[in-house]
């Protein structure tokens, strides 16, 4: 049983566009919601999280859209830049357990 | 330190062999993870320390894998008679009490089994 789902495997955006990923989870419980950027080689690095009591968080050109009633959430990347190609996972949680991780999202940005 | 150590940064081993990959997690971090990584895939969770409570082993993908953690510090995770399909880069994170700070990952390490 898979619960955290991720969606699209990959994308292909142009350099100035809009990124979106989304996931979709099955556990009411989980009470914390990060994504993680993953460049070649390297371990995953915390990008942005929120937690189910707001609907949207942003960071810089990166935006969180949370929709508990849907049991959704969505990372927004604004004005995608090449250095943003890496691959995504949004994960979930739930005090005490460890994150659960979405399949990933592969993004490429071309210029 | 400032960030998740693990050793070695690549390990190549001989099917049958048993290998131990190490973690030295961020000093104060009470929360400790390792994950398995292979080619193209998603992170898979293997086992959860989290402070002097037992650890969550229900990830472990069978008997040949074990981990502990000394001291509250450290962590070893044991592949014993290593398997081919056992090949993947092992990710290991931390994080300060209840995960809801966010975990911190390692670089990791590349295992191949050979």
């Known amino acids: 049983q898979q619960q955290v789902k991720q969606s699209p495997q990959s994308l292909i955006v142009q350099k100035g566009g809009i990124s979106i990923i989304n996931c979709a989870y099955e556990?009411?419980?989980?009470?914390?919601f990060p994504w993680y950027q993953q460049f070649p080689g390297k371990g995953p690095a915390l990008l942005i999280a929120?937690?189910?009591?707001?609907s949207e968080k942003k960071e810089g050109r990166f935006t969180i859209s949370f929709n508990k009633s849907a049991k959704q959430f969505s990372l927004h990347i604004m004005d995608s830049q090449p250095g943003d190609s890496a691959t995504y996972f949004c994960?979930?949680?739930?005090?005490?357990?460890?994150?659960?991780f979405g399949k990933g999202t592969t993004l490429s940005v071309s210029s | 330190g400032a960030g998740v150590s693990q050793s070695p940064s690549n390990k190549v081993t001989e099917k049958g062999k048993d290998v131990e990959l190490r973690c030295d997690p961020i000093?104060?971090?009470?929360?400790l993870y390792w994950y398995r990584q292979s080619l193209g895939q998603g992170l898979e969770f293997l086992i959860y320390?989290?402070?002097?409570?037992?650890?969550?082993k229900s990830g472990l993908p069978s008997d040949r894998f074990s981990a502990e953690r000394t001291g509250g510090s450290v962590s070893t995770l044991t592949i014993q008679r290593t398997q081919q399909e056992d090949s993947a880069v092992y990710l290991c994170?931390?994080?300060?009490?209840?995960?809801?700070?966010?975990?911190?990952f390692g670089q990791g390490t590349r295992l191949t089994v050979v």
């Open positions: 994170a931390s994080s300060l009490a209840l995960s809801q700070a966010g975990a911190f």
């Open positions: 556990n009411t419980a989980f009470d914390y």
């Open positions: 929120i937690r189910p009591d707001v």
């Open positions: 994960a979930a949680s739930r005090a005490g357990t460890a994150l659960i």
């Open positions: 000093s104060g971090h009470t929360a």
């Open positions: 320390f989290q402070g002097n409570s037992a650890p969550d």
